[in-house]
């Protein structure tokens, strides 16, 4: 590591702490010649996701996209701020850890929906609306039956 004030390249780590949930390290190094003290980060360098879309243009992964469509999805219900980060880490946790470095929009979209219909029966049926799943009204009142039901299990299992 070059010294930002002399350019020496010998320098010493004087201390490091983990930061960022543990995805990067903070080092506070001495220059062994001008004995110049900086800070320094050492980061993960993620290789970034390409999302393929429907039309089978490709970008790259936008978090603030997935924010933007879950935010809407959960306008106007009890739903925080602080829940709907949690839901987007956990998203995107998802998508980093068990994905290839191609996905498809179809697939953030599932993973999206899977996340929510934890959450809000609302929300779910609101980003499916957008996202696109139902091709007609049969398959918005086919998906509104199905979240009945799983509620009805779930009160009838409580």
């Known amino acids: 590591m070059l010294c930002p004030s002399c350019n ?9 702490r983990n930061t960022e949930k543990g995805q990067s390290i903070r080092r506070r190094r001495e220059c062994l010649n001008c004995h110049h003290r900086f800070t320094t980060y050492e980061r993960i360098e993620f290789v ?18 997935v924010i933007r ?5 959960c306008e106007k219900t009890e739903i925080e701020a602080k829940i709907i980060e949690s839901l987007v880490e ?11 470095r191609e996905i498809t929009t179809q697939y953030i979209g599932e993973l999206v929906l899977s996340h929510l219909s934890h959450l809000s029966e609302v929300a779910y049926v609101r980003f499916a609306s957008v996202y696109g799943q139902f091709t007609n009204i049969e398959d918005f009142v086919e998906t509104l039956k199905e979240l009945q039901n799983k509620q009805k299990n779930i009160e009838d299992d409580n």
């Open 8 to 16: 020496y390249e010998n320098t010493k780590v004087l201390e490091s």
């Open 48 to 65: 970034p996701i390409t999302v393929i879309k429907k039309d089978g243009s490709t970008e790259s992964f936008d978090r603030s996209k």
């Open 69 to 73: 469509g879950i935010v809407r999805a």
């Open 90 to 100: 956990n998203i995107e946790s998802n998508i980093e850890e068990k994905s290839p």
